[in-house]
């Protein structure tokens, strides 16, 4: 499996971006679809996931309501729309990929997914 993350970039707090996740070498049926990120001295965290076959979408708290996961089955691609952007928004942001079976409960958790895109970079600035 090969996950390739895009879209990253310097914008100003208040504004857009849209992050890309080119998926292959497998069917990812069933799979869950993640989004983590890592800021500076900071662990990773789980910012948002969605379900490949059925697009049933989890979110943190610290997004919800400003960003946006959705999946394009035809391209195998997943995107993460970031609205209304704060500086606190700033880190490498990664997708990654969690085969089956999975656990609703687990789906927060990064060391359930199996296949890790290399991190694109995010800049907030205020």
């Known amino acids: 499996v090969q996950l390739q993350a895009s879209g990253g970039g310097l914008v100003q707090a208040g504004g857009s971006l849209r992050l890309s996740c080119a998926a292959s070498?497998?069917?990812?049926?069933?799979?869950?679809m993640g989004w983590f990120r890592q800021a500076p001295g900071k662990e990773r965290e789980f910012v948002a996931a969605i379900g490949w076959t059925i697009g049933n979408t989890y979110y943190a708290d610290s997004v919800r309501g400003r960003f946006t996961v959705s999946r394009d089955n035809a391209k195998n691609t997943v995107y993460l729309q970031m609205n209304s952007l704060k500086p606190e928004d700033t880190a490498v942001y990664y997708c990654a990929a969690d085969p089956p079976p999975v656990y609703t409960n687990r789906i927060r958790m990064w060391y359930e997914y199996n296949y890790w895109g290399q991190g694109t970079l995010v800049t907030v600035s205020s």
């Open positions: 070498g497998a069917t990812f049926s069933n799979y869950v």
